[in-house]
T-cell receptor, first 114, second 110 residues
Framework: AQSVTQLGSHVSVSEGALVLLRCNYS??????LFWYVQYPNQGLQLLLK??????LVKGINGFEAEFKKSETSFHLTKPSAHMSDAAEYFC????????????FGSGTRLLVRP | DGGITQSPKYLFRKEGQNVTLSCEQN?????MYWYRQDPGQGLRLIYY???????QKGDIAEGYSVSREKKESFPLTVTSAQKNPTAFYLC?????????FGEGSRLTVL
């Protein structure tokens, strides 16, 4: 069975500081991995995804994530936080083959201090 | 523009009433999904459909029902059997593994 763990329900950073949101997964097959962002009372928007190939994935709004198989991790980073980055972030995993069901983590709310 | 439309955005229901949430997509995607979101619990899968006239239960299907008569539409009915229906409901569709989400429907039971 697949599962996703996001460490830290809330992360607070100063504007301009590094953003690091942690995600670890469990999967019996090579996973497809995703990061989504959600603003209040809205749906989820895809930030980036890893399916195959290059393990460092670049997404929208300056975010990137690195797939590390040995650590079963897919942490999300951004070099310099902006106030507009304040939102909730979800990591998700699927096997991408037998079905496209995504299993989501519980989410991390990013707070950006001025 | 292509996308997913959910309606209504806000809905209030009295206990004991069924309510149906609409989800329409014009992305020509085969697969559609319903997720429930509660604070601090992430998204949990209610039902999903990979093709017209076929659907499968997700992790929390009890108290919910769906239909998939058309490729574009995947309505969700929250029945009176759902004990705690107040939540934010998200519909999504996919073609190659990536989910595209609607704006959500917030259901409140009074």
């Amino acid at each position: 069975a697949q599962s996703v763990t996001q460490l830290g329900s809330h992360v607070s950073v100063s504007e301009g500081a590094l953003v690091l949101l942690r995600c670890n997964y469990s999967s019996s097959v090579p996973p497809y991995l995703f990061w989504y962002v959600q603003y209040p009372n809205q749906g989820l928007q895809l930030l980036l995804k890893y399916t195959t190939g290059a393990t460092l994935v670049k997404g929208i709004n300056g975010f990137e994530a690195e797939f590390k198989k040995s650590e079963t991790s897919f942490h999300l980073t951004k070099p310099s936080a902006h106030m507009s980055d304040a939102a909730e972030y979800f990591c998700a995993v699927s096997d991408g083959r037998s079905s496209y069901k995504l299993i989501f983590g519980s989410g991390t709310r990013l707070l950006v201090r001025p | 523009d292509g996308g997913i439309t959910q309606s209504p955005k806000y809905l209030f229901r009295k206990e004991g009433q069924n309510v149906t949430l609409s989800c329409e997509q014009n992305l020509n995607h085969d697969a559609m999904y319903w997720y429930r979101q509660d604070p601090g619990q992430g998204l949990r899968l209610i039902y999903y459909s990979q093709i017209v006239n076929d659907f499968q239960k997700g992790d929390i299907a009890e108290g919910y029902s769906v239909s998939r008569e058309k490729k574009e539409s995947f309505p969700l009915t929250v029945t009176s059997a759902q004990k705690n229906p107040t939540a934010f409901y998200l519909c999504a569709s996919s073609h190659t593994g990536e989910l595209f989400f609607g704006e959500g429907s917030r259901l409140t039971v009074l």
